[in-house]
């Protein structure tokens, strides 16, 4: 399997894991808080995956 699919989905499933494990701030009223770092954590893999296609891509060229 390519690393461009293989290393954002690996991290997808451990940013599950921890918005499971983080669910105390949830209930707790820290809906911002809670939110936040799940938006920004999902954004930073989503650039990792076009990065990571990119230079894949880049690499078979030459």
């Given amino acids: ?9 690996i991290l997808l499933i451990y940013l599950a894991v921890m ?3 983080g669910r105390g701030e949830f ?6 808080y ?4 799940i938006g920004i954590t999902l ?4 650039l990792l995956h076009f990065t990571l296609r ?3 891509r880049n690499r078979n060229q030459k």
């Avoid at 809670?34 to 770092?37: A, D, L, S, T």
């Avoid at 954004?43 to 989503?46: P, Y």
Wanted: aromatic share 18%; net charge positive; no cysteine.
């Fill in 54 to 56: 990119r230079r894949e």
């Fill in 43 to 46: 954004v930073a893999i989503i």
């Fill in 19 to 21: 918005s499971y494990i």
């Fill in 1 to 9: 399997m390519k690393r461009s699919v293989v290393i954002p989905a």
């Fill in 34 to 37: 809670y939110f936040g770092i």
């Fill in 27 to 32: 209930f707790a009223g820290h809906y911002l």
